[in-house]
Structures are given as C-alpha cells and as structure tokens.
C-alpha cells in the first residue's frame, strides 16, 4: 500500500517555519526548522508515535523530511544543516486559553487527552460528555465530530454516527483568509451525511475571519463533490491580485521586475524591483514548489504601497506560469519578521 506523507506549513518567516507532518492525511508531527541564509539550518523533526503503526511508516517521513531539509538548505545555502529527530506519545498540550474577561490561575492550560474508548468490537466510540471528547453534533442529529488534533492553521477530525461508529476522517487548513477541507468516507455516504459533515466542518471557522470555504468530499480516492462558501462578497480584494486584465499586468511589468536568484527541485527563490528605486532589490521571494499548491513568502526590505506589492505579485505569478503548471498560488508577505498581506491566486 503507497502511503502519502505531506508537509503543511503552519507557520513561515524570513528566518524559519513551523510544518505540521500529515501521513495519510492524518497529523503525525510537526517539523521546527530556524536558518540564515549563506550560514546554517537546524531543527527539530518530533513524531507522534501513535499515529503510526509501525518502524516503517516512521521512516518514511523521516525520509521525507531529509529530501526537504536538502532542499531548503539549498535554497537558503546553508552551508550546514541538522535536525534533530524524536518519536514518542503526545503526553499533553500547553495553549493560552480564550476568554472574553479575565485569565484562569495559571497562564498556561495543561489538557491530557486520551483516545483509549472502545467497544468490544475494538470500534472508537465517543464518549457522551462533549465537554470531556470535543465533540460536535449537526442540527439534524445525524453526525458527530470529534476533533483528534489542532494546530495553527490545519485540524483533523473524524466523523461518527449516532452510535460512535467511525465513517470518515477529515482535515481543515487555513491559508490567510481561505479554509480548505478534506473528508474521506469509509463507506459511500448519503446526502444528508455529507450535509451534515460539511455543515459540522464550516462551523468550525470563524466567518469573521474566513472569507472563502472549499470542501471536497472523497470515497476511496474518487472526488464525490466539491463545495464552496464565500462569507462576504470580497471580489473586490480578489481581483487585486487574481484578476488583472492584461493592461495591468502590462502596466505591472513597466513598474517592476523579477528575477530568479536560485532553484532546486522543489524551490525557486526570486529577487524583486521596483523601476523606481533602480538596480536594488526591494524584496526576495522564496517559493515551494514540491506541489500543484505553490506556497510561499516574500520577505520585503523596503514593503512600498498595496500597489506595488500587487504588481510585483502579479509579475511574479507570470513569470512562473512560464516555467510550470501550478493550480494555486498562496504568498505570504513579510516586512521585518511581520506579516503586512497574503495572496493567493489560481494558476
């Protein structure tokens, strides 16, 4: 059986990146990397023992994790990189708990969570106190979903029947202002649990913060639908850096230009220019390349306007649409280890 390990940012800057280590689309770790360019790279690679079944699949992400540490240090030329790998049981998690007035005892929430609950037919059953398991019910009754682990930017879950029986497992990640989220079933579902399942996924955004919802629904590696939810009407934020006619991107390239400074198998890095501050660049941007899902960020020296960053975007999505067939684009945009806009475009 051909298992998939994907790596999925968390979180990125100038001078380092939080990914969290997907296996099966199931959360199985998280890799902690820091670096300086022309200099070093390290950091750590932790595995959740749990998620895995045996020495084998460890490997594999092991091995994963080895081919893009290669990369990125290529791509920042680290003259040496190191990383640490440790494999062991999520004993607890630490996070700042959110309260509209006032903070608990301790600054810190210590939560121990445990997935031991089954019945005699070893099937995971949810245990009826919501408050205990995070768990959700849809309006219909006709789903439960227990969330299994939370990061940053990507949740995974699975999806239950009224009587705790599994179904299916899902993923949630967000890129900025845009949530992506998978659900696998065990068996083909009906309507109404598909409904329900996407219903139970989309409430758990905040519609103040999210602007566009994409959930696609899968049964044994066939797309069954693909749904989408756009909260408020942003087309006009859109189209700043997703539908340019061409005069714009005419008058972007006359105002700025890219150029490529590195590439590798899964990295390209550019440097870019403003026609008005001359042969200096005002900023560099690093792009993964591994998937169809470009990622990335650009680290600027001098920020300029929304303008400007707009038509060095867009000339930037040019020039790799001239090297590759990509299906998005999402660019995160630093100024001194700050994030001041994100992009994302289709390709």
């Not at 790596?7 to 902690?32: I, N």
């Not at 009754?141 to 497992?169: K, P, Q, W």
Request: some cysteine; proline content about 2%.
């Amino acid at each position: 059986m051909k298992h998939d390990v994907e790596l999925v940012a968390d979180l990125r800057t100038s001078g380092g990146e939080v990914q969290d280590v997907m296996f099966d689309g199931h959360y199985a770790g998280s890799l902690f990397l820091v670096y300086r360019e022309g200099d070093r790279l390290s950091g750590s690679l932790q595995i959740e023992q749990e998620s895995l079944s045996d020495d084998t699949q460890q490997q594999l992400i092991v091995d994963k994790v080895h081919a893009y540490v290669r990369s990125l240090a290529d791509a920042v030329e680290a003259a040496y990189y190191e990383v640490l790998v440790s494999c062991g049981s999520l004993h607890s998690v630490l996070h700042q708990p959110e309260l509209e007035s006032g903070w608990p005892s301790e600054d810190m929430i210590h939560d121990e969570v445990s997935y031991d609950d089954t019945d005699g037919n070893g099937t995971r059953v949810i245990p009826r106190s919501q408050v205990e398991s995070f768990t959700y019910e849809d309006r219909d009754h006709v789903l439960e979903m227990e969330m299994v682990s939370a990061g940053r930017s990507i949740s995974t879950y699975i999806f239950n029947d009224i009587d705790g029986r599994e179904l299916a497992e899902a993923s949630l990640k967000q890129y900025g202002a845009d949530a992506q989220g998978e659900i696998h079933w065990y068996d083909e579902p009906e309507e109404n649990q598909r409904e329900a399942a996407a219903e139970l996924l989309v409430r758990e955004l905040d519609e103040d913060i999210i602007d566009t919802i994409t959930i696609r629904t899968w049964h044994q590696g066939n797309e069954l639908e693909a749904l989408e939810w756009i909260h408020r009407d942003f087309s006009e934020e859109l189209e700043e850096y997703d539908e340019s006619d061409p005069d714009d991107i005419e008058a972007a390239e006359e105002a700025c230009y890219v150029m490529l400074k590195r590439k590798d198998r899964e990295f390209r890095v550019y440097e870019l220019f403003l026609q008005e501050r001359g042969g200096l660049p005002v900023g560099t941007a690093t792009i993964d390349t591994s998937l169809s899902d470009l990622t990335g960020y650009i680290d600027y020296e001098v920020p300029g306007t929304s303008m400007q960053r707009k038509s060095l975007v867009e000339v930037l999505m040019q020039e790799l649409e001239k090297e590759m067939e990509f299906d998005t684009l999402h660019l995160t945009m630093l100024y001194q280890n700050r994030i001041i806009d994100e992009a994302r475009m289709d390709g």
